[in-house]
């Protein structure tokens, strides 16, 4: 039996009403998977019967293969269907993020989310507060700060 690696990093985490995503791409079947459940914990925690969103830091060439990308829509359903609002994303230190800009906006039109690209992290703390969403911007700061995937950590 044969078992496949993750490929891709990622860090997850949640402030608040704000569930936070800091990951290097490209990603497979195994990395989504695994993703999904850490993601699931933090979910858990949040209070489903108010707002609650997403900011994504992803860096790199952020892209999924068809079979990763499929469990990628899956989840972003299910995460709607639990109340998720709205979702930022921040793409960072890539040669090809209209590729990647192309492929999450495709899923998130399929899965109707609110959803929008920000410049900077700044921005997308500002985008989902005006979107109603509760988040400690200090902590959320740190998070990222934290969690920074660029080239250069991994030469």
């Known amino acids: 039996m044969t078992n496949l690696q993750e490929h891709g990093e990622y860090v997850a ?11 290097r791409g490209p990603w497979n079947d195994e990395t989504l998977v695994n993703g999904s459940k850490e993601m699931g ?3 858990q925690q949040l209070n489903l019967s108010e707002p609650w969103g997403f900011i994504s830091c992803l860096f790199g060439e952020s892209l999924m293969p068809p079979s990763a ?20 994303v921040v793409i960072q230190d ?11 906006t495709k899923a998130y ?4 989310i609110n959803f929008a690209f920000l410049n900077d992290l700044n921005s997308a703390i500002s ?3 005006e979107h109603e969403i509760a ?17 250069s950590h991994h030469n």
Do not use: P
């Open 94 to 104: 890539s040669d090809i993020t209209n590729t990647i800009m192309n492929q999450l």
């Open 135 to 151: 988040m400690d911007h200090q902590e959320v700061t740190h998070f990222f700060q934290q969690n920074l995937f660029f080239r």
């Open 41 to 43: 914990q933090n979910i």
């Open 13 to 23: 985490g949640r402030s608040q009403q704000t569930i936070m995503f800091a990951a």
């Open 69 to 88: 990308y499929n469990i990628f829509v899956k989840q972003t359903l299910i995460r709607k269907s639990m109340g998720m609002r709205c979702l930022a």
């Open 109 to 112: 039109e399929h899965a109707g």
């Open 127 to 129: 985008w989902l507060k």
